[in-house]
């Protein structure tokens, strides 16, 4: 089936502190693992995106890890800072590779205390 | 270089109307797909136009369309409009078909009275 969850739904660090945000999707023929970001007013940034032949990426202070067995991935934002505040979607890709969509998690509010 | 444009930002409609919304990708961009976003229901799968064709559609009812010109933008149609269908329609592109490296637009939201 067609199924991406998202935990927490809600997440607030103080400003330096790290904040990882965890997925589990259903479907084993997932091969692609983006995560986007979205502030008020704004549609999804993506961040950062992962292949299912890889096990992490970094990107600065952002890091996803993957664990296919489990079908697990998470996102890592270390030295947050107030601007990271936003709401954080986890996605995996359903279908064939070239006709596929992306389901989405229910999504995570991070707040980011100065 | 220019994002993804979609037009209108804001629209209410009344029930029973139908509805037309657009989407230019980035240029260069062939591949573009729709979303619905609802608290409720989060983002939902529309729909992907490549080389004006649907490739792949998501489950809607049949009152939902859409279709892709030569230039590659896009348009999707509400018919028939119900109070639910009130939400953020986002549209991303990108290089080729399927879902890597999408790029959002700021999105549509239609209130529906």
């Known amino acids: 089936g067609e199924n991406v969850e998202q935990h927490p739904s809600t997440l607030s660090v103080q400003e330096g502190d790290s904040a990882v945000i965890k997925c589990t999707y259903s479907?084993?023929?997932?091969?692609?693992f983006p995560w986007y970001k979205q502030e008020l007013g704004k549609g999804p940034q993506l961040i950062i995106d992962i292949r299912s032949n890889v096990g992490e990426k970094k990107d600065q202070r952002i890091a996803v890890t993957l664990n296919k067995t489990a079908k697990h991935f998470s996102l890592h934002i270390t030295e947050t800072q107030p601007e990271d505040s936003a709401v954080y979607f986890c996605?995996?890709?359903?279908?064939?590779?070239?006709?596929?969509?992306?389901?989405f998690g229910q999504g995570t509010t991070l707040q980011v205390k100065p | 270089k220019a994002g993804v444009t979609q037009t209108p930002r804001y629209l209410i409609k009344t029930r029973g109307q139908q509805v037309t919304l657009s989407c230019s990708p980035i240029s260069g961009h062939r591949s573009v797909s729709w979303y619905q976003q609802t608290p409720g229901q989060g983002l939902q799968f529309l729909f992907e136009?490549?080389?004006?064709?649907?490739?792949n559609k998501g489950n809607f009812p049949g009152r939902f369309s859409g279709r892709q010109f030569s230039n590659s933008r896009s348009e999707m149609n509400v018919s028939t409009l119900e109070l639910g269908d009130s939400a953020l329609y986002l549209c991303?592109?990108?290089?080729?078909?399927?879902?890597?490296?999408?790029?959002f637009g700021s999105g549509t939201r239609l209130t529906v009275v």
């Open positions: 996605a995996a890709s359903y279908g064939s590779s070239n006709t596929g969509k992306l389901i």
């Open positions: 991303a592109s990108s290089l080729d078909t399927g879902p890597y490296g999408y790029t």
């Open positions: 136009y490549f080389s004006e064709t649907q490739r």
């Open positions: 479907d084993s023929a997932s091969n692609y």
